[in-house]
Nanobody, 121 residues
Framework: HVQLVESGGGLVQAGGSLKLSCAAS??????????MGWFRQAPGKEREFVAD????????YYGDSVKGRFTISRDNAKNMLYLQMNSLKPEDTAVYYC????????????WGQGTQVTVSS
């Protein structure tokens, strides 16, 4: 069993920054083995891939809409995942979800409850 709890969401003006955090825990959580990532879902839209990071933190991947503005990182010693979001745009408004998977190459199968990010114009 894996628990993921996001924090750091809120209301910010366009051009501003926010940093999301995700705390991972649970008997099944193996921080050095699991891939982790961020997804988001805006009202009326499908869930969208934002970023992910390999289990050792060595490689990161980003969705086209956030490249160059968002940075994903992880601290395996603290069981934490982060998403630094800069140059925010109104279209970044969504519920952001932390996710984990049993390896770098399987489907994401653990999800947090989400944190709301709202960017005003």
């Amino acid at each position: 069993h894996v628990q993921l709890v996001e924090s750091g969401g809120g209301l910010v003006q366009a051009g501003g920054s926010l940093k999301l955090s995700c705390a991972a825990s649970g008997r099944s959580f193996r921080n050095y083995a699991m891939g982790m990532g961020w997804f988001r879902q805006a009202p009326g839209k499908e869930r969208e891939f934002v970023a992910d990071i390999r289990r050792n933190g060595g490689k990161t991947y980003y969705g086209d809409s956030v490249k160059g503005r968002f940075t994903i990182s992880r601290d395996n010693a603290k069981n934490m995942l982060y998403l630094q979001m800069n140059s925010l745009k109104p279209e970044d408004t969504a519920v952001y979800y932390c996710a984990a998977r049993d390896s770098d190459y399987t489907a994401y199968n653990y999800w947090g409850q989400g944190t709301q990010v709202t960017v005003s114009s």
